[in-house]
């Protein structure tokens, strides 16, 4: 199977929230998994893979865009394992992978976007964030007291402060895009129900004790909550040079299909090549080559 075959059933126009609309979460259904088998979608994930790694190579050699890959979603939606399998074949010298915990002393002396841009990846690389600034309009969102604490003038804790970080945000990505370094957003979309399920899993079997704590169940008394806060994040930060891409994440193997599509056609897009050399250098390996065939 040709991987292009795959497009035509994967409908990946209904994953895609489109600037200045406004969508409900409801509307993307979690357990979304077209027509597809487990064992058809793992074969078409392996050659998106071997995809993904020629296109890296050449991203990499060229040396003239980075592409940044945001991964959101709640607990237990599988952005770790996605990480894993969709970049299992990805050369690691070209790629780096962050992961935004709690802020620090230092970063809440500094502007919400400055440890984001400490961590952006440079040309010829890809680099995921595993969460990202947009904690910064969900978790700081749905628990005021963290907002409280950080180190903001007085008045810009206002009403406003929501949207003006959605404009911010907005720009900072346009910033990015025209530095050539190209955003691609995903929302790994779980039910509550199937979160239930792998927080039990991870509760039941001792290997996977170490992935849960009691604040992992706490933080579901805020579902609705994060709901709210996330489709407002999809309805003013989906744009055309960065839209939001909603993931059916119930079932992983097709979450993890889905995300190396979008990766893939992304950077199908970008028209990348290998460097071509000039005449002088091309006329320098001839004759670098004569040497090493003339050697005793």
Known sequence: MAYEDFVSRLNPESMIVRPGSKIKIKDFDPGYKGDFQKGEALEILQLGIKELAKYQDM????DTYALLIILQ???????????????????????????????????LDHDYLWRSYKALPERGRI?????????????????????AKQQLPADKKNKYIWKQRFEEINNFEKYLVNNGIVVL????????????????????LPEKNWKFSTSDARERQFWDDYMEAYEDVFNYTSTELAPWHIIPADHKWFTRTAVAYFIY?????????????????YAELLKAKEMLETED
């Open 265 to 281: 056609e992304k950077m199908k897009s970008l028209n990348l090549a290998y460097p071509k050399v000039s005449e002088e250098h």
């Open 73 to 107: 979603a709640l607990d237990a939606a599988g952005k770790d394992s996605t990480i894993k399998h969709v970049m299992s074949g990805i050369n690691p010298q070209g790629c780096q992978v962050f992961s935004f915990k709690a802020p620090s002393a230092e970063e």
């Open 127 to 147: 680099g995921i964030f595993n969460r990202s600034y947009y904690e910064e309009v969900l978790v700081v969102r749905v628990h005021p007291e963290l907002l």
């Open 185 to 204: 957003k995903f929302f790994l979309n779980v039910s509550k129900e199937e979160q239930k399920r792998r927080f039990l899993k991870r509760i039941e």
């Open 59 to 62: 991203l990499y050699a060229q």
